[in-house]
Nanobody, 121 residues
Framework: VQLQASGGGLVQTGGSLRLSCLAS????????MAWFRQAPGREREFVST???????NVADSVKGRFTASRDNGKNSVYLQMNSLKPEDTAVYYC????????????????WGRGTQVTVSS
């Protein structure tokens, strides 16, 4: 399966963005999906997961602000990001697995190219 994230951009503190991840090659209805991010000079970190049956989990740092969703009919997953902060600035990646939806990036076999999110103060 190929993944392509989009929807990033430059936004002011407190603003919102909605990231999309479009899958191709296979239907992702049975896949557990995740969002990760990587800021300059930092390791990639977990943001959110959404399982094949729509159970979500988010990192404490984004809880109450970010929400993952999916539309299997469009073969896509989304990350709605509200109340953005400068520390949310990073490249955001979507990932897929047929295994368990974990917070570890090594659990995911398929990765898309990232999309840059920049939050200005």
């Amino acid at each position: 399966v190929q993944l392509q994230a989009s929807g990033g951009g430059l936004v002011q503190t407190g603003g919102s963005l909605r990231l999309s991840c479009l899958a191709s090659g296979r239907a992702i209805g049975n896949y557990n999906m995740a969002w990760f991010r990587q800021a300059p000079g930092r390791e990639r970190e977990f943001v959110s997961t959404i399982t094949w049956n729509d159970v979500t989990n988010v990192a404490d740092s984004v809880k109450g602000r970010f929400t993952a969703s999916r539309d299997n009919g469009k073969n896509s997953v989304y990350l709605q990001m509200n109340s953005l902060k400068p520390e949310d600035t990073a490249v955001y990646y979507c990932a897929a697995t047929l295994g368990l939806a974990t917070m570890r990036d090594k659990s995911y076999s398929w990765w898309g190219r990232g999309t840059q999110v920049t939050v200005s103060s």
